[in-house]
């Protein structure tokens, strides 16, 4: 470790590296926009991020030269022996944007990594800062990745015909000339497929679902975290255990329970067995909220006359909204994107969830894009909601990490 501690071995081997992680990422983003084959190499990009890498640490007192000669040698030698290879039926306009491309976003983030080391010896400060800043950039890319890139396929592919689908199935790119055609796929599900009654349904029952939730882990999230009673230790912490059980063992009880009682392929049903999965949660989040709020509001109010009713309404769900705002976005969004349950459940088409009307899709007389379109609508809404939210959530969730 100690032979990297010097900014003239620490520069380049970062350098390398980083030229590979980026070379990749603009590879594969240029290739699902173009529709074009456009790969990565591995070792010219390990070889040019090491020079540039060197040339940029070496100009480092100034920016834009160093930038600017680090930048020229990887545009220079991009064709043929650079970190971006072509296809043969790949235009040499495409390599161009995709080269600047990658010299642009090189040069400017490699210069925040880097901007810091000297040439010599490093402090460990100064070793680890570069190398907290090379892993967080690669965090960032990475992640981002796994999530964008699904979510953009799925998108992707909803807008296309059947056609197109065939004619090169790993074509992601799309012509815009078509207008209103490109929404063909999405026309249809609600047309023919009734999505729109899926929507509805699993609207529905997400609400009833949070509302049912709350009834039942407001009380006993105060209970625990409040009251003392026999056994109330044990019970909280016991409150996950359902959880250590696997749903898949439970579905054949519950199929042949609710078979027997007429609950089968029934709203109410749905809405009886999904609590059962969201109220230990609920009941876990709460509680932890509940102990830090302060005893001595509580006891206030006591001794002013309310009853211990009238001081959860009036006292501790007031003070409580941003927990229960967290517990009710969570619980919406379990039993929005639940499948085993409603797949297990529902046989009625008229009853369907999203996601059970989603796998209702999958299959080989149904072409692909509606599948797609389909996730795309299951997703979209739940994102949105979780995205304007979020910071409610976040507050929701650490608010009673402190007490007081």
Not at 75 to 103: E, F, H, M, S, Y
């Amino acid at each position: 470790m100690s032979a990297f501690r010097f900014g003239y071995v620490t520069g380049p081997v970062l350098g390398a590296f980083w030229m590979m992680v980026l070379a990749i990422t603009v590879a594969i983003a240029m290739s699902f926009a173009t529709g074009d084959a456009i790969r990565p190499s591995i070792l010219w990009s390990l070889v040019w991020g090491a020079i540039a890498g060197g040339l940029m640490l070496i100009f480092a007192r100034s920016v834009v030269w160093g930038a600017l000669i680090g930048a020229s040698v990887v545009l220079a030698l991009t064709v043929g022996i650079g970190p971006l290879q072509i296809g043969d039926a790949t235009g040499w306009a495409t390599l161009a944007i995709g080269a600047l491309l990658l010299i642009v976003s090189f040069a400017v983030s490699f210069w925040k990594i880097a901007s810091d080391l000297p040439q010599g010896a490093l402090t460990r400060h100064e070793f680890e800062g570069a190398l907290i800043k090379f892993l967080t950039g690669f965090g960032y890319i990475f992640f981002t990745a796994i999530v964008l890139i699904p979510f953009y396929v799925m998108v992707m592919t909803s807008l296309k015909n059947q056609s197109e689908l065939i004619q090169n199935p790993l074509d992601f790119s799309i012509d815009l000339s078509k207008g209103t055609e490109l929404f063909r796929s999405y026309d249809e599900l609600f047309t023919q497929f009734n999505f729109g009654t899926y929507l509805f349904n699993s609207f529905f029952i997400s609400v009833l679902t949070v509302f049912i939730t709350l009834a039942f882990a407001i009380p006993g999230a105060y209970a625990v975290a409040r009251l003392r009673f026999s056994g109330q230790a044990a019970f909280s912490r016991s409150i996950l255990l359902i959880y250590m059980v696997p749903m898949i063992v439970l579905a054949l009880p519950i199929y042949i329970a609710f078979s027997m009682t007429g609950l089968r392929n029934s709203f109410w049903g749905i809405v009886m067995i999904y609590p059962v999965t969201t109220i230990p949660v609920a009941l876990y989040m709460l509680q932890g909220y509940f102990r830090g709020l302060p005893a001595e509001i509580e006891e206030a109010g006591l001794m002013d006359g309310l009853t211990r009713l009238k001081v959860i309404w009036k006292i501790t769900l007031p003070l409580s909204l941003p927990a229960m705002a967290s517990v009710s976005l969570y619980v919406f969004m379990i039993a929005w994107n639940e499948f085993l349950l409603a797949f297990m459940l529902l046989d009625d088409p008229t009853k369907f969830t999203l996601t059970r009307g989603i796998a209702s899709l999958n299959s080989s007389e149904i072409p692909r894009q509606h599948l797609m379109a389909g996730s795309v609508i299951a997703t979209v809404p739940i994102m949105a909601l979780f995205l304007g939210l979020e910071k409610f959530m976040t507050k929701g969730l650490t608010a009673g990490s402190v007490k007081g």
